[in-house]
């Protein structure tokens, strides 16, 4: 319950800043829509776990709880640290936030059927000798349900209800900024929390930790690179290129150790595999934040009219 609790809070804030409101407002920068959309999506969705799949066999091929923890990452698309993430990069605002509520939606519907192709289905397909506990759709589902349902509706109802009572102006500039530290305390208490539980393995097997390392490492440097080229291929200025190369190399820890704790248990190397992936993003997405800052000052960007002609002449 007190893990619980703490995935919760850590969801809640971030969901509830969300501008819902907006979606679907027509933008004046250039960029289109179905493109920048398009692509973050393909990426995040279809490129990323089959990635994270294929790193996690390479180098975890004989650690099945460790493999599957991982894969496990790889599903949780970005709903939460990616707006900061976002902010301190100088990013899209906007879409990012709209990628969030986006990915939100898909994890409800698709997160289970994901998690049941690529532990259970895609590995009989390939032959691969899968071992220990497979989990079934609905013991996926309901986890999901729980620990992104409840703060998806909750965020939703607290904006909707909040803009409407005492108007933006007191929710964005008073509210939110007394609601926000919840996602730090209640990240810090599951780590914490799951450390205390997970001590002796962490410190007794290090070189565990580094193999789990491996590939998250790989896939978070693969996938924003990926992000970022694709975002210069098609002209995009920086602002919707950074926003795109953070939103396809984040992930949902919160979820993922929710996943790995709900349907594994707290002491299991799925939970452990969870536990360490954002000890890996977190460091890694900072120094990435400072390279794409470098970057957007080192290239040349199109503006908004140079990309509106762009995307033209894409489709």
Known sequence: LPIAAGLLLMMYPVLAKVRYEDLGRARHDGVSDRRFFGVSLFLSWIVGPALMFALAWTFLSD???YRTGVIIVGLARCIAMVLVWNEIARGDRDRAAVLVVFNAIFQLAAYSLLGYFYLTVLPGWLGLQTQGFQPGIWEIART???FLGIPLTAG????RIGLRRRGRDWYEQHFIPRIAPITLYGLLFTIVLLFAIQGDRITSRPLDVALIAVPLLAYFAVMWVAGFAA???????YPQTASMAFTVASNDFELAIAVAVGVFGVTSGEALAGVVGPLIEVPVLVSLVYLALWLSHKLRWPTPSEAATAGDLGT
């Open 231 to 237: 975002g210069r291929l098609m002209r995009f200025p």
């Open 156 to 159: 939703y109802l607290t904006r």
């Open 63 to 65: 650690q099945p709880a």
């Open 144 to 146: 999901v349900l729980i």
